[in-house]
Each structure stands twice: as C-alpha cells, then as structure tokens.
C-alpha cells in the first residue's frame, strides 16, 4: 500500500537566528517602542510559526512594508485604536481590524 506525502513537509522553514536559551528556545527579542521611543518591551517567539509574534508589528496591521519595521507597544496601539479616525485610515483591512478588535476585548494588548 503506498502511502502519500504531505506537500506541506517538503516545505522547509528556515527559523530566525538568534540567541538560544538554556532551554533550546529562542528567546524574546527586545524592541523599543517605534511611537514613543520610551517604552521597552519584549516581543516573544511562536514555536509552531517559527517566527516572532506580529501583534506589536505596525505593518502586520496596516499591511504596508514601509511600516514592518516598526514595533508600537501596547499603550501606543490601544491609543490608535481609541483613536478612530486615525484608526480607520491606518487600518484598511477590515479582518485586521476585526483582528485587533479582538485582541483588545480580550485583553491582549494590556499591561
């Protein structure tokens, strides 16, 4: 009986380099805020992605490279959003916006 093969496996990922913790993890990178150059946060690896998490990312939000490189924390992110007219015209995508909704309801972006 043959068996057949996943077309995802054949695909390889290639993880981020970094600094490996004593647990073999890679560790959190640490940003400074984009927005208001005060706030110091760290932003966490996500095992199953491969990659860091795009929650603090203001390109994963507006969708635009021009703003991938820029990292907001999270008081900075929940004053666009309560700030809507700026909102609604950085945010474009409206599943980026239900996204982030979401996330704020459920308290991901707090302290």
């Known amino acids: 009986m043959k068996t057949k093969i996943n077309q995802k496996s054949k695909i390889k990922k290639t993880p981020v380099k970094s600094e490996k913790g ?4 890679l560790e959190p990178k640490e940003v400074i805020c984009s927005n208001c150059k005060k706030a110091r946060f760290f932003i966490r690896f ?10 603090n990312n203001l390109g994963y939000w507006t969708q635009k490279k021009s ?5 907001y924390c999270n008081q900075c992110i929940l004053a666009l959003f309560n700030n809507k007219s700026l ?5 474009k995508s409206l599943q980026c916006r239900q ?3 979401k996330y704020i309801y459920d308290k991901k972006f707090s302290d």
């Open 22 to 25: 004593k647990n073999g993890l």
């Open 46 to 55: 996500v095992i199953p992605k491969q990659s860091y998490s795009l929650k």
């Open 67 to 71: 703003n991938s490189k820029k990292e």
């Open 87 to 91: 909102y609604w015209k950085t945010v």
């Open 99 to 101: 996204q982030m909704r």
